[in-house]
């Protein structure tokens, strides 16, 4: 893992690399924290996920909310939203969904496919993007909020 300037790249050669990932990023993570996470269908996205959740504890199965839009889970300490977003046609579709009151600050939400709610969402403390790079997948991670700069500080100190 490198850092700087609010930015962490990781090159993820695997599903293990990419849960074990996940688990390093979950002990960051704090309530009221928005994730965006970016990447192509089959990118690798649930599979981070789902080392998020084992990071935090959670041990039960972790699946894709494609057709429910939205798996809530209940942690310890918080409430964590997997959110997708892909299935949307119109941005404005957000506001039927009744999705706001998720984002609080008891709550971490991760978002698949947030340009389809362009407008609508609230700003993310972390762009995490995956992209495919030779036989994996690299992992980039912006922290463009002063909460989502400390969660980051937290994880490369």
Request: proline fraction near 7%; hydrophobic fraction near 40%.
């Amino acid at each position: 893992m490198h850092s700087r300037h609010h930015i962490l790249s990781e090159f993820l050669p695997d599903e293990a690399a990419t849960l074990a990932c996940g688990a390093r990023l979950a002990r960051a993570l704090r309530p009221g924290t928005v994730v965006y996470l970016e990447g192509d269908l089959g990118a690798g996205k649930t599979t981070l996920t789902r080392g998020i959740l084992r990071g935090m504890g959670y041990a039960g199965r972790v699946k894709s909310p494609t057709y429910t839009l939205v798996e809530p889970y209940s942690l310890p300490n918080l409430y964590f939203h997997h959110f997708d977003l892909y299935r949307f046609a119109d941005p404005l579709e957000w506001e039927d969904a009744g999705f706001r009151e998720y984002f609080n600050r008891e709550s971490v939400c991760l978002v698949e496919w947030p340009d389809k709610a362009e407008g609508f969402l609230p700003e993310p403390d972390w762009r995490i993007a995956l992209r495919p790079e030779q036989t994996g997948r690299r992992l980039t991670l912006v922290a463009p909020t002063t909460h989502g700069q400390a969660c980051l500080a937290q994880l490369t100190a």
